[in-house]
């Protein structure tokens, strides 16, 4: 068992920058991969970024590839999802979620895990 908690959401203009956290307790990440996924009002739950816990590599939904950086701490057991140069189109609940896997590649789609945060809000304002 994983769980996961997600912080670091809030309200910010359009332009700015927020970090959100995913905290993990039980079993460690690895070998788990961790995505970040969003949900805007009466939107369907959408990939935007996801990492590969034992090698490092991350992929991005092209909707924010160039100003989202998912990253990990190994030692904390936490990932990181640094959001720049945010736009309103941002605006959703935020999801780290996490499954275990032997192969590689990540999932990007809401199915494919296993362990799911509670979700933190990101506001952007126009």
């Known amino acids: 068992q994983v769980q996961l908690v997600e912080s670091g959401g809030g309200l910010v203009q359009a332009g700015g920058s927020l970090r959100l956290s995913c905290a993990a307790s039980?079993?460690?990440?690895?070998?788990?991969?961790i995505g970040w996924f969003r949900q805007a009002p009466g939107k369907e739950r959408e990939f935007a970024a996801g990492?590969?816990?034992?090698?490092?590599?991350?992929y991005y939904a092209d909707s924010v590839k160039g100003r989202f950086t998912i990253s990990r701490d190994n030692a904390k057991n936490t990932v990181y999802l640094q959001m720049n140069s945010l736009k309103p189109d941002d605006t959703a609940v935020y999801y780290c979620?996490?499954?275990?896997?032997?192969?590689?590649?990540?999932?990007?789609?809401?199915?494919?895990?296993?362990?799911w945060g509670q979700g933190t809000q990101v506001t952007v304002s126009s």
């Open positions: 979620a996490s499954y275990y896997t032997t192969t590689y590649g990540i999932s990007r789609s809401p199915s494919g895990y296993d362990y």
């Open positions: 039980g079993r460690t990440f690895s070998p788990y991969n």
């Open positions: 990492i590969l816990w034992t090698a490092g590599v991350t």
